[in-house]
């Protein structure tokens, strides 16, 4: 069973910050490049953020690019997203995935799988 667990979202105001964790078994850590994805009612999920397994690659989409910064602490088995300047097209529900590649052109997410998300509402 995948544990990936995500948590921080809440309501803020835009230009704002929120900052995403999350908690990960080692079974669903370890080795694995991690990403976050975010989703709105309607629409496909869409990758925001990805980093490989020791940090020395990150990618982020562009819309989020300059204000979104992803990590991760391979001891805690932690990833996190701090996410500062929000605009509230940054609402949605934020997943981070693990098992997918990362690499300088994106996130490849075939074999990914999801934790159930934390909401992130982005008030104007």
């Known amino acids: 069973q995948v544990q990936l667990m995500e948590s921080g979202g809440g309501l803020v105001q835009a230009g704002g910050g929120l900052r995403l964790s999350c908690q990960a078994s080692q079974a669903d850590f370890d080795g694995y490049h991690m990403a976050w994805f975010r989703q709105t009612p309607g629409k496909e999920r869409e990758v925001v953020s990805c980093?490989?397994?020791?940090?020395?690659?990150?990618w982020y989409s562009g819309s989020v690019k300059g204000r979104f910064t992803i990590s991760r602490d391979n001891d805690k088995k932690t990833l996190f997203l701090q996410m500062n300047s929000l605009k509230p097209e940054d609402t949605a529900m934020y997943y981070c995935a693990r098992g997918g590649v990362c690499g300088s052109a994106g996130y490849d997410a075939s074999r990914s799988v999801w934790g159930q998300g934390t909401q992130v509402t982005v008030s104007s």
């Open positions: 980093i490989n397994w020791i940090s020395t690659i990150t």
